[in-house]
T-cell receptor
């Protein structure tokens, strides 16, 4: 079945620096790739997503890139702030053909030091 | 705007006890999902439903049962609680498939089996 690997498991950056989290998926039929942010004790919340017909998507300080050939996608956060500290999860889905099920990566704990 | 509502928020069970985790959504979403999140790990899909009366197994269904009698409700049943089921349980819902909109998560149920 589909497998999603996420790296690194922990990431510590200085405030104002950039952070990059990478995910690799196994099923080439996957066509939807969301990123979720989970603060301590809270629910996962979608921060950005990308579909397989797009190579890059940006929303203010957050961007996601997708390389379908290599089957990997990355989350880029620029000008990091302490409130960016959280656990970030990537996921992959085959959409309608697989009832929209998401397969999640293991998560990355991001710490932004003031 | 309630979204996805889960009850209870916390629960402690003894080994062998049974309980039902409740999940309700008011967004008229067809798809509903149950995940478990073990400490420091990603989310694993337990069961999902594509509509009233239709359910199917996810990655880790053993020890759980579900039903979907209405569009709004998707309860998760633990019949004989085991320590391995200690986890945080998240319910989520979405439209026909996630490519049409993200999965919305509830606040979670923190369950301890002692």
């Amino acid at each position: 079945g589909e497998n999603v690997e996420q790296h690194p498991s922990t990431l510590s950056v200085q405030e104002g620096d950039s952070a990059v989290i990478k995910c690799t998926y196994s099923d080439s039929a996957s066509n939807y790739f969301p990123w979720y942010k989970q603060e301590l004790g809270k629910r996962p919340q979608l921060i950005i997503d990308i579909r397989s017909n797009v190579g890059e998507k940006k929303d203010q300080r957050i961007a996601v890139t997708l390389n379908k050939t290599a089957k990997h996608f990355s989350l880029h956060i620029t000008e990091t702030q302490p409130e960016d500290s959280a656990v970030y999860f990537c996921a992959a889905s085959k959409g309608v053909s697989n009832t929209g099920k998401l397969i999640f990566g293991q998560g990355t704990t991001l710490q932004v030091k003031p | 705007n309630a979204g996805v509502t889960q009850t209870p928020k916390f629960r402690i069970l003894k080994i062998g006890q049974s309980m039902t985790l409740q999940c309700a959504q008011d967004m008229n979403h067809n798809y509903m999902y149950w995940y478990r999140q073990d400490p420091g790990m990603g989310l694993k899909l337990i069961y999902y439903s594509v509509g009233a009366g239709i359910t199917d197994k996810g990655e880790v269904p053993n020890g759980y049962n579900v039903s979907r009698s209405t569009t709004e409700d998707f309860p998760l049943r633990l019949e004989l609680a085991a320590p391995s089921q200690t986890s945080v349980y998240f319910c989520a819902s979405s439209y026909l498939d996630s490519t049409l909109g993200p999965q919305h998560f509830g606040d979670g149920t923190r369950l301890s089996i002692l």
